[in-house]
């Protein structure tokens, strides 16, 4: 019956990852589940972090009046998205994210952090998932069933992060007061290692996506001559991207910014797959486009406080190493160093 049904779908490139759209929709929902969980870790560290903090009460209170609904509605609409991107796209947009980050680190002051990669890399985690998923149970017996075995486990832990979310946002303040709460005192004692989870966790992900990437992009080329053709021009425009968008990044850090970056990368690998790729990878980038800003869209409070955090210490950093401000930081926007209201949860 699945066969029949699929004969009457338009053949779209990912479903050639799986003997069906079964596997095609396992896959989604277990990148979907990854950015899930990612997103939730994130915004238990900066309530925390916040409620630490009496001068940054309205960012708190701006992360706390999320609505919860929107997760599943996250959750619902990432699987869709990372169900019909292609192999390929998804694969470019691993490695894009993958020199990027990179790129980005390197850049880094000594001590400095960047929080905001964290948020950033939620469609890159997606597809690197289903990327990875995808070469690995390649050729599987079994395919089917260990991507239901994937869902099952991806599943579990999305609810109980969800569930996690919901009792501190509601009763953490009160627990830790009080001392009788087990999982709010261990919060306690470990919520400053949860950026180091997720950075341990996302250098493993990636690696191995990194390297599911490579193979499934290399398996459409018969000879090294038209591999070369194809990586050649990549490589470049990567490169060149990536040096564009780390200057303005520094010089620009904005939520207008963020935008203007996926339009950028978006638009620079549009014009490099209409000369080198095929028609429906056109569409594809179409679909990522959208997943990205769905993605900056639904963590915007949370990106904006990491911003301001990053700010904060990087100028600590440097005002401790008798930094004198340029003309740029002293320009740098009044948004940045007040204590005013967040944008609306989305």
């Not at 095609?24 to 990148?31: A, M, N, T």
């Not at 706390?64 to 599943?72: G, K, T, V």
């Not at 968008?245 to 996926?262: C, D, H, I, K, W």
């Amino acid at each position: 019956m699945l066969s029949y049904l699929s004969s009457w779908l338009p053949s779209f490139p990912s479903l050639a990852w799986g003997s069906n759209l079964v596997d095609s929709l396992l896959q989604g929902l277990v990148g979907a589940c990854a950015v899930s969980v990612l997103c939730g870790l994130m915004k238990i560290y900066l309530y925390i972090q916040c409620l630490n903090d009496p001068e940054r009460k309205k960012e708190k209170e701006a992360i706390r009046q999320q609505w919860a609904l929107l997760d599943q509605l996250h959750l619902f609409v990432l699987t869709g998205t990372f169900m019909v991107v292609g192999s390929r796209v998804a694969a470019l947009v691993v490695l894009e994210f993958s020199l990027r980050a990179v790129s980005s680190i390197l850049s880094l002051d000594k001590g400095a952090h960047n929080s905001q990669l964290y948020l950033l890399c939620q469609y890159s985690l997606g597809c690197g998932i289903s990327c990875s998923l995808s070469y690995l149970q390649e050729g599987a017996a079994h395919r089917t069933w260990n991507l239901l075995l994937s869902v099952g486990l991806a599943t579990l832990l999305t609810v109980y992060v969800w569930r996690l979310a919901r009792h501190v946002f509601a009763m953490y303040e009160l627990h830790c007061k009080e001392r009788y709460c087990g999982v709010c005192l261990f919060l306690l004692t470990t919520w400053h290692g949860i950026p180091r989870l997720l950075c341990n966790a996302l250098k493993v992900t990636f690696l191995v996506a990194d390297l599911a990437a490579v193979a499934l992009i290399n398996r459409d080329f018969l000879t090294t001559s038209e591999a070369v053709r194809f990586w050649t021009p990549l490589t470049i425009c990567y490169t060149l991207l990536v040096i564009y968008m780390q200057e303005e990044q520094r010089q620009n850090p904005t939520e207008q910014m963020a935008f203007q970056t996926v339009f950028v990368r978006m638009g620079g690998l549009l014009i490099l797959l209409m000369t080198v790729g095929r028609w429906m990878d056109i569409v594809n980038i179409v679909v990522s486009l959208v997943g990205e800003i769905w993605c900056l869209v639904r963590t915007g409070v949370l990106l904006e406080v990491c911003r301001k955090q990053d700010y904060y210490q990087k100028n600590s950093h440097l005002t401790s190493a008798s930094w004198k401000p340029s003309k740029q930081h002293e320009d740098f926007p009044d948004k940045y160093l007040s204590s005013a209201t967040p944008a609306a949860p989305s």
